[in-house]
């Protein structure tokens, strides 16, 4: 049975950083891709990063390109990421998840999801 387990979330004051993981398991990281998404109250969840299986390049929704950073250490089935300068409207409930083929941030082609963790930007 697949499974993937976010932890790192919490909070942070604007400004600040955190970084999430996600622990695949079930299943080998190396041959798919990894989002992540996140949902914000009230809002429709909505993509933020991939990171390919080809050659491990990020691919980034505007208002996080710059700040956020993915990454993924195949060895111990881990995709991260990485949040720098958070903004209070990145608050929301971040979920990893995977799928075949190539990136996209069309979440019914994404079958595997994790539960998802809450990260919340306030002073």
């Known amino acids: 049975q697949v499974q993937l387990v976010e932890s790192g979330g919490g909070l942070v004051q604007p400004g600040g950083s955190l970084t999430l993981s996600c622990v695949a398991s079930?299943?080998?990281?190396?041959?798919?891709?990894i989002g992540w998404f996140r949902q914000a109250p009230g809002k429709e969840r909505e993509g933020v990063a991939c990171?390919?299986?080809?050659?491990?390049?990020?691919f980034y929704t505007d208002s996080v390109n710059g700040r956020f950073t993915i990454s993924r250490h195949n060895a111990n089935n881990t995709a991260f990421l990485q949040m720098d300068s958070l903004k209070p409207e990145d608050t929301a409930v971040y979920y990893c998840?995977?799928?075949?083929?190539?990136?996209?941030?069309?979440?019914?082609?994404?079958?595997?999801w994790g539960q998802g963790i809450q990260v919340t930007v306030s002073s």
């Open positions: 079930g299943l080998t990281l190396d041959y798919y891709p």
């Open positions: 990171i390919s299986s080809r050659n491990n390049r990020g």
């Open positions: 998840a995977m799928k075949p083929h190539t990136c996209t941030f069309i979440q019914n082609e994404y079958p595997y």
